[in-house]
């Protein structure tokens, strides 16, 4: 073999490296269906051809309905095999559609971290940065030095050391942020150090955040909706469908018909795996299914098991007051979508979500 051959070899092996290391398939999966960026064109495929249980999917139905559900879809490879709509909307009188506009409460979690990873991808910000570097001096109560030594990180895995036991959880002002621990030492579900990864964003990019999600991730993907302020919290709304789209973008491993939103395979493999120990079930900002223990808002007790025993150990979620579910299961090739009212009064129903899938494998066929 002459050496330019060789030469030629060895730069075509570094190259594969190189892709797979940092962006990974630039396709993504083959198999997987795309509905366009816009209108409401989107394929289906009947569930008989799944031979799924047609009974025991109307008995999902009900218990959607009876639960306080609004919206339901599943999609299979990217196409709609379910969608049903329940209920009024938000204002008015109208009955609940395709068109109609919910919160995700914190299922939009799922979105901040995404843009968090576009934002290291584009060399904005890295995630082991202090967070003062964004968010200035003095954005908590605590010393500097303290301060100095939350990371973005800290934020995205729920882990800032924060103590989250004052007034108002979603509070993000100086004097609500205060010292409990050292960053990384402790897990605790609190709002108001996530909600500033917002500010992190805006004072990394110089873009604002709705500004940023638009033009980096909702409209590469045909998402509809808008952040609003509720009180302290930024809050999105959207359709049913656009929900089911940005859970169809992780199905495809961050490919969009061909196009690769998410190039960093690195972080988005992070973002959608255990974070850190403490909560073994939380990424960045995710639920993950199917791991050796978890823990729940509000309470430090570390339960052994899965959260949602009866659903595929390889799901992960964002997960939102009242309900609000966007899942994704790559083993089965879904991506499951619910918007509704509180089914059961707790503050994430992850029981509800469990019961789900209780029905869901009554319809599945037995492998």
């Not at 630039?26 to 009974?55: A, C, H, M, R, V």
Request: charged share 20%; with cysteine; glycine share 8%.
């Amino acid at each position: 073999m002459n050496k330019r051959l060789i030469k030629l070899l060895f730069l075509f092996c570094v190259g594969l490296m190189a892709c797979s290391e940092n962006e990974g398939p630039k396709t993504g999966p083959s198999n997987i269906y795309f509905p366009p960026l816009s209108g409401n064109t989107w394929e289906s495929l009947d569930p008989k051809i799944l031979n799924w249980n047609i009974q025991e999917l109307d008995r999902l139905d009900e218990l959607l309905e009876s639960n306080g559900t609004r919206a339901f879809i599943l999609l299979k490879n990217g196409k709609i095999v379910r969608e049903v709509y329940f209920g009024l909307r938000l204002t008015g009188n109208q009955p609940f559609d395709q068109n109609s506009l919910w919160y995700w409460a914190s299922a939009g979690k799922t979105l901040t971290a995404t843009l968090i990873g576009l934002a290291q991808e584009e060399g904005k910000l890295t995630i082991t940065e202090s967070s003062s570097k964004y968010l200035g001096e003095g954005w908590t109560s605590m010393s500097l030095d303290q301060e100095k030594k939350i990371t973005i990180w800290h934020q995205l895995t729920m882990t800032s050391g924060l103590d989250e036991n004052v007034g108002n959880r979603d509070d993000y002002t100086p004097i609500n942020l205060k010292y409990l621990a050292d960053p990384g030492s402790r897990w605790a579900y609190h709002n108001a150090p996530y909600t500033l990864l917002d500010k992190v964003i805006e004072g990394a990019t110089g873009s604002s955040f709705s500004n940023y999600f638009n033009q980096k991730l909702g409209m590469r993907i045909g998402m509809t909706g808008s952040w609003q302020k509720l009180g302290f919290n930024n809050v999105f709304f959207s359709n049913a469908r656009s929900m089911a789209r940005f859970g169809l973008l992780l199905l495809a491993e961050g490919v969009w018909d061909g196009q690769p939103i998410i190039k960093d395979t690195k972080y988005l493999r992070e973002m959608i795996n255990s974070s850190q120990d403490l909560n073994k079930s939380y990424g960045y900002l995710w639920w993950l299914n199917g791991k050796p223990s978890f823990m729940l808002p509000i309470i430090q007790n570390v339960f052994q098991g899965s959260w949602a025993p009866n659903a595929p150990n390889d799901m992960f979620c964002g997960l939102g007051k009242d309900g609000q579910y966007v899942c994704v299961v790559p083993s089965l090739d879904l991506v499951l979508v619910r918007m509704g009212e509180n089914p059961d009064q707790s503050l994430v129903p992850l029981m509800y979500l469990d019961e789900i899938w209780q029905q869901l494998n009554k319809i599945f066929p037995e492998n």
